[in-house]
């Protein structure tokens, strides 16, 4: 039997970049989204919930209440989350056995389907892409209340201004990042990316080797004082300051001594 690829939506170029802004696939962030996914399950009385985002050959499993957070799924034609990202409106399937689209899918046919009662909603970010699906699966056929369906769509809207924020932040931070880099550069004169990436580190809080040491002292941006304790200098603070890098914000960001070279590569590839 030759499987074919579910349908795509008419703006699936935009739609695919969209998604990709979001940094979230791969990202390992269920603890970010799992909170919707439990609260839809006790709200409906479905036995399972997930969350996924689709890029162009996959549907990525982002949260779901059964751990299988992370999996993903080819985009074929018995997907039946793919078909979500075609409508604004809900997909909602009572049985999917005796619906005349899904009665054909080779679980159903087999006997082997897992669940038979369906709901998914289309997660629509500010604008107007559907970047992934919500759905709800029920072992026997079920349908939702309209009050239900209100709710759900309402924790579906919730995940995508969740996501809005998210990539706005991260783009922010990036952007923030990408300056200070060039600000490092030309203030310093230092091209050296070990020294940049020794630097941040610090402005991080977080300690560096004694190799790293030399590197940024030579610049002048670190010494010890009689405690042997390493700190920035003066010039070292005022550079931090023109790079607008402040400790909390760059704890935020999480870059570590182990992390810099894989953030650098990262940040210096968009420059």
Not at 53 to 65: A, G, P, R, V
Not at 101 to 121: D, I, L
Not at 130 to 152: D, M, N, P, Y
Not at 219 to 235: A, I
Request: aromatic share 8%.
């Amino acid at each position: 039997m030759n499987i074919e690829l579910a349908p795509r939506p008419r703006n699936e170029d935009r739609r695919l970049v969209a998604v990709k802004r979001t940094g979230v696939i791969d990202g390992n962030q269920n603890s970010n989204f799992s909170v919707f996914c439990e609260i839809a399950k006790e709200l409906t009385g479905f036995d399972y919930v997930a969350f996924s985002l689709f890029d162009e050959n996959f549907q990525c499993k982002i949260s779901t209440t059964n751990n299988t957070d992370n999996i993903k799924s080819v985009r074929d034609e018995f997907n039946v989350c793919s078909y979500v990202l075609l409508s604004s409106e809900p997909t909602l399937i009572h049985d999917l056995s005796k619906h005349e689209r899904w009665m054909h899918h080779p679980m159903q046919k087999s006997g082997e389907a897992e669940y038979t009662g369906y709901a998914g909603f289309p997660v629509i970010n500010k604008d107007n892409y559907a970047l992934g699906s919500f759905c709800l699966l029920s072992a026997e056929a079920k349908s939702l209340t309209e009050r239900q369906i209100e709710l759900v769509k309402g924790l579906a809207n919730r995940i995508a201004h969740q996501l809005d924020i998210q990539t706005e932040q991260k783009e922010a931070t990036s952007e923030t990042f990408k300056k200070a880099v060039k600000v490092f550069a030309s203030t310093t004169k230092s091209d050296s990316l070990s020294a940049l990436g020794a630097f941040l580190t610090i402005c991080s809080g977080n300690n560096i080797s004694s190799k790293e040491y030399d590197l940024v002292e030579s610049l002048g941006l670190v010494s010890r004082d009689d405690k042997q304790t390493m700190c920035l200098t003066d010039y070292g603070s005022e550079l931090q300051q023109q790079m607008k890098l402040q400790t909390r914000v760059m704890k935020r960001s999480k870059v570590t001594s182990d992390s810099t070279s894989t953030f650098l590569d990262d940040l210096l590839g968009d420059l």
